[in-house]
């Protein structure tokens, strides 16, 4: 319908924190924690700015269309970057 904002048709994205100069971990609805090093998709002129660190890191997770986005417009489909990312495996506790 007009007007109503533009939703993935499988995964969302809650949060996305940026580690390091161009990798997320990105936090989907499921409760799942995943890593995606985003530098296959910095490809024309839109996802040029990311390549400068201090702008990559103001990634934000947007509420509305639950996608990975950036001040200039850029953003990425939540499918493809699960599609693109692994598990975020944290150490096991010792004597567990």
Known sequence: MPGESIKSMGYEVRGAYPVGNHHLILEFETGEYRVVDIRPF????????????????????????????????????????????VPLELPKEIGA
Request: charged content about 25%; hydrophobic content about 40%; proline content about 11%.
């Open 42 to 85: 910095i490809k024309g002129s839109v996802f040029e700015p990311l390549k400068d660190p201090a702008f990559f890191r103001q990634v934000k997770a947007d509420p509305e269309s639950r996608m990975v986005v950036w001040p200039n417009g850029a953003d990425i489909c939540p499918d493809v970057l699960y599609a693109e990312s």
